[in-house]
């Protein structure tokens, strides 16, 4: 369970990096959300600003395997992750601990809460 989870982390990391509001959108539960030092932000939220164009990622990149604990139906990974982001043309370079929550629900893995927190400078 844990390699299908880690996969998953993966596959969800190489859709950001594509663009692909439809195949982004597969990962995440209807009722997600992000925390990040802006706040909380909702699955259409964050989905409409890839649709526009406005936000694009061209990297993200898992530094090491997540920690994974899964607790019955609900699994929690925690990771490391490096990423170049494009928000209305302005280059955004980060390191962040990610904490994402998954659900499983009619037999597949669901992202219901993302967090994100910028990683101290080394």
Known sequence: ?????????EE??????????????AFM????VIVSESG?????QFLS????????HSAMDLVAPPRIRVYGD????TGRVTNTAHYRGVRHDADEWTTDVFVRRHGRWQC???HITAAAPA
């Open 1 to 9: 369970m844990r390699a299908e989870l880690r996969r998953l982390a």
């Open 12 to 25: 969800w990391a190489a859709a950001i990096a594509g663009n692909d509001p439809a195949r982004i959108a």
């Open 29 to 32: 539960a209807d009722d997600w």
């Open 40 to 44: 909380v932000s909702t699955r259409e």
């Open 49 to 56: 600003v890839v649709r526009s164009g406005d936000l694009t």
């Open 74 to 77: 609900t699994a929690v990974l």
């Open 112 to 114: 219901v809460l993302s």
